[in-house]
């Protein structure tokens, strides 16, 4: 139903107006100018960089996570239960795999796709998570990599959502430095054309209900990809148990992945891939994600504790939001707040014309998380003791906010790969 | 001129040990020095700070904590319950009302009890909750406010932890500002010698299970104390549902208080306490707890924090432990663990000698509750995507800190209230 | 001979490029992705955001401030002396009142501007303080609210830097509270046509040096604005002492203005501004440049600091910048400068197009300025005990943007103005 | 089970006072219960720790020092002059070497040397690196590895401040690690009993005044201690220019030290010691009294910012002191103050017993540098522009602590230290 408004083909952004319209605009908005006010929603009026498009897309992606999204976060985050038709109406409405041109996917900007990622994690964390490891990671890897029979096969399915995919890189024993991954592939000494994987990854979003797998696995030595369809495996080849107990993105399912002599067609494996090269651009893109989706988040944070603070009184009927303590801490999560965004339409632009070198994301991945984690838990003080009550949603995004600056890259290791770029030096070791 | 002052010949200062033993044990600690060494879990020797009896206490209550407390607070935590055997067995071990001389209670000293505390509170800030409670609370109202009466027949029991308290203080619309409670006590006009309680309390720690509940209530416009009892109320006239779903503090019980007329005997009022004073000497003392509580969450972070980075190895197989800015957050939590515990043992003996200010429990309260949290948010930066896995324990132990630091004042209250002492001038409003 | 660059009508920024070039040059620009590395000087490639134009005035501000303020700031810092031909080196440059369209000025875009009060400050914010103060509040003021004929005697001067202007607002007794100001205005009773202006006014930066001192003060009450020519005043007036022995912003020269009752004649006081709205129209474009400015001090910080950790071995040969606790330092400082660069583009961009509300710059010039302070600060503990040599540069600019932090609307107060922005609500008493 | 160790009766904890003491103090200290009250300048009333001589010393510094210290400070600073006869009234007074006992030194407390040092440094850093530089590092090193003649011959002089001392230990390109120094001694191939020492050191406090230097240098590859007479140097062997233009510590002097075959008789070398050992000692003493310095320093901050927001009054009248963002940030400094000088004085304790380890100064001098320097910038920011004068002494307390935090031991390297002993793991290469 959300489609329609998803446009099929790429247009640039309109931004602060071609030159040709500038005397009349200018003259315009110069009329315009009483009317023109501080909306701490948008302090820096970012919409002006966006297309109208753009605005339509991001408008459908924060109604459908406000109407859909929203009335079942708390029962999910309780639970630490992922509703698999989630995906499917994500697909429907055109979210799955937006920036990819063709295969049934809507082909959108990069930046409008950032704004739709920021809607749904407006709502959790989680959510993002499974349209994150559904688009960037599976879907991508598929598209950057994969063989055309690979791309028509499951692109199609996987766009509408009724194919789920998921993301085998993390090692138990590896988390930062996944070169050092234990997961192997050999040739089938029996089989003619097949690999057989062995070894096992951990903190695999959507691990227990993927349908396709990409695992990363050393062959020879050497890292490669491969597609793995869990009805093709033998019994007892491939297990993805769920990991429970989550402290943070409950909403969103987790697993392992168990790996003993899996079966994998030659033609499953990414033919042109190798190293690190395939996994990093995948997580590339992924974090693309973050950097736009935890500013949602902190967007929430931030409108649900000025609610808090204008509603609550406290010492002679004074609302909080009098208090100069608390408008410090709004002040302070609403401009990194507009500044991790404008950042992000920056390197949105930037990605769209191809311009992206990955530090640039690592810059944006750490900053926005960093922040948002900082601001949210700044403002969960607002709500007092009130906060432990999961009604008012502040404790759920800190908690989620915790996770998303710690995957995909630590926070602490795309500092040394920023100062890495920056001094030529590197620091790991 | 100045020089007459500074004596001529070396003088020992006359703390850290009595007067007797300086001889002796300054010569045996001379022959020692070359066996000093560092100890990261006690690096300025606040041990040399405390009995030999308030040693074995603190040996005790950590004992007791780690082999019963520990084993079973993964489960409680996740499923938001509450073993009521637990006050049965702190009672037993003399950890309730402890400082109270006297109607079955051990009588130590406040620093013992602050010791006792800190191991609790190394399981969980909701264990030590319930503890403080029971203890600086329930038993500390009617051990200062109550009749003789009133202690003989609750407080040996209570110590004993068969019968439990409850402090319902705190209001729905009411929660830094307690002054302004609605809930009222009113003379019955049918019964002679009785009072009538309406209202409703919220956040109140154990009133689903409480036996004995402390009210704090107007009477004629002023703030009065009333010990309700469970079993005396009639039908319909008290309801303490539980507060379910928190985001923080899950291993201990929560609740509201609803009173409809609930009947209290005269007798049952306390007789010579009016206003805040009663309320605010009562916190004072559970804020004290609070202070050394989280030292004990903390040092229980450093160490796990400290472990996992030892054994975690990343980047060339070197442990994390290796890099410096796992390090750095290492030394940060140490130092201010240290700094907080040597403030909790100074204001424990201020307060043994009867020369505690409130303002002194503000300080410590605060920051040690503001550091513990920060710095249990650091280390868990350490565990990377493991910090999710609850039985990594360090993400339950950053939930629960952020209650402590917003509960029974939350840190800016705080800071206002020392800001107050500090200039003279109030900034509330 | 800078002149030449600047251009002298307004052009649009390019930005993003246009919808009719998006095919070919998108074609382009994929070819050239090999080439794209990270920059840590415009890490996020601001510089396609920016028309050739205005890069080159950035260019050409850059060539001037290195080599004709950085060889005498040192020097000048040191004896707290400003040379007065650095103005008129600035006028012949073009820097002066850039933004004025007519009167001898360049008529350059905001964003242009801001690139010129960025390359100033990379040498010192004294030296950018007294561009500000000559461009946005001292021409800024006549230029917005002066009468055609005060625009036509007093601009192309001040546009040369023949004529020193100085902004009269701030007293000893009201820094942040303006409105409370003590300075009078009243008729003169002898004199047909004249003002006497009476009162003090303090920290107005080149008010020693001044020709022309624009001056607010109350008339009736209501808060106005007057030129005053210092050459028209009789002896005993006016005085202007410069104020010494400044522990930052030495560069720049400051002073106080005591009038005892100073003639001014009706046709230099502004028709029509009444109460704070004039000087704060003006404060606001002085605002605007301290938030470019500040992040090129911040840039130059940088760029020593790793340059410093690059030259500079300790333990077994390694330089500085292998340790990982300075690159996080500088991975920091690098993120803050681009964000709030960024931010400071776009804000141009709304100034440009009427689109400005004074939030929006209350906003950057907070964030930019404690940033860039923080930062600054972390860096400086790069060069350990070499920062306190002054050759290092990093403690004048240290010591300099805490001048900039608290200046013009100290932080704590634009956060408030911010926090009022916000919830509506206002936290100032 | 746990029972039997909890104490039945009340026992006050030993400290505080001696036994002897116990009843009478208890009782007359529960009598003044009611006039104990919160002194923000003693917040957790840690005279309660001291020896009445300690606090007699205490006070007789803190007279010296405002009385002689303060009123040439601020000439000093911005001249950058050491008046040489401030030694000489510090060696009247007894403050010069006071932890030694016999050759003409005081012998007092450790402590009580710890009180002293603060009282010189709440009027500057500098004064207080003088009079460091003179005890801790050049008697220090002379008392604890000069043989018996060199004590006797130097002591008694160095105590009365009538021969002035300097310790030449960094170097120009070895900062952090002194491990790697390029001085050397060799034997004098021409006269018997004599070494020559070549080499340069820098950032030598009192080196352009001293008139005995103490100088680490590599003979035959090991680390050796000298004791260098300036009087004794030929011509042309020895230089000490003054480093100028510093951007903090002004007040102090600071120089180089170049050696040309200085000649030093054999009997002039520390017979004991070779190694990093010898210069880490002494450094050791001066970090505990940069410590306790810091500490005084802060006072002095808090004291004048407190005393500068209650006269300050902005906005309808008010003083700044009611303010909450002017609050928070005298709370937190007054918290750390107290807190960290408690950490000193239980230091002060430990070494008093023997009982030291180095580590316990690195966690005392990092914390307590980071700390002042923290809140010195964050009380500065009270004075708003004022702050720029140098009347208001703060913009010289936090140019002064910078200094503190990065000499003798930067903040990071500190940490480095702490991390190792924490984790049993170096990170410095």
């Known amino acids: 139903m959300f489609r329609t408004v998803v446009r099929s083909h790429i247009r640039l952004a309109k931004h602060l107006q071609p030159s040709s319209l500038r005397t009349e605009s200018q003259w315009l908005r110069t009329q315009c100018r009483a009317a023109s006010t501080f909306d701490y929603k948008d302090p820096l009026q970012l919409r002006n960089l966006l297309e109208d498009e753009e605005i339509a897309i991001a408008s459908t992606a924060k109604e459908y996570s406000q109407q859909k999204l929203l009335p079942r976060v708390l029962a999910a985050y309780r639970d630490e239960n992922f509703d698999k038709s989630i995906l499917k109406e994500m697909g429907e409405a055109g979210f799955l795999g937006a920036t990819i ?57 996987m766009a509408k959502g009724t194919v789920v995919g998921c993301f085998g890189l993390t090692e138990p024993n590896h988390g930062s430095d996944p070169g050092s991954m234990e997961t192997t592939a050999r ?69 392992m992945i168990h790996m003993d002599n899996v079966p994998v067609p030659k033609e499953f494996m990414f033919p042109d891939v190798e190293g690190l090269r395939g996994p990093f651009a ?121 996770v998303a600056q710690t995957y995909e890259g630590q926070s602490d290791i795309h500092s040394l790969i920023l100062g890495r770029a920056i001094t030529g030096v590197q620091a790991f070791c």
């Not at 396709?212 to 007892?236: M, N, T």
């Not at 401009?335 to 992206?356: H, I, M, N």
């Open 101 to 157: 041109t063709g295969y049934g996917c809507a082909g959108v900007s990069d930046v409008a796709m950032g704004l739709i990622t920021k809607e749904v994690e407006r709502v959790d964390s989680g959510y993002r998570s499974a349209l994150s490891v559904q688009s960037s990671l599976s879907m991508g890897a598929i598209h950057d990599f994969g063989t055309e029979e690979l791309k028509e096969q499951f692109l199609p399915k």
């Open 187 to 255: 040739v089938d000494p029996n089989r003619e054309g097949m690999y057989l994987l062995s070894g096992s990854k951990t903190w695999i979003t959507n691990s227990p209900i993927a349908d396709v797998l990409i695992v990363w696995a050393k062959l020879d030595g050497k890292i490669r990809g491969f597609l793995v369809e869990r009805d093709r495996c033998p019994p007892g080849t491939l297990e993805t148990p769920a990991i429970k107990n989550k402290t943070g993105l409950r909403a969103s399912i987790t697993g």
């Open 282 to 402: 995948c997580l590339n893109n992924a974090r693309y994600g973050i950097a736009w989706g935890t500013m949602g988040a902190l967007e929430d944070c931030i409108e649900r504790a000025r609610e808090y603070s204008l509603s609550r009184k406290q010492f002679k009927g004074n609302p909080l939001a009098k208090y100069q303590l608390i408008q410090k801490k709004l002040a302070d999560a609403v401009t990194d707040a507009t500044f991790g965004l404008l950042a992000c339409v920056q390197v949105g632009r930037l990605k769209e014309q191809g311009l992206l070198v990955p530090e640039m994301i690592s810059m944006i991945k750490r900053q926005n998380c960093d922040r948002s984690l900082a601001h949210a838990r700044h403002l969960q003080e607002i709500f007092g003791g009130n906060a432990v009550a999961d009604e008012y949603h502040i404790g759920r995004h800190v908690a989620n906010l915790f």
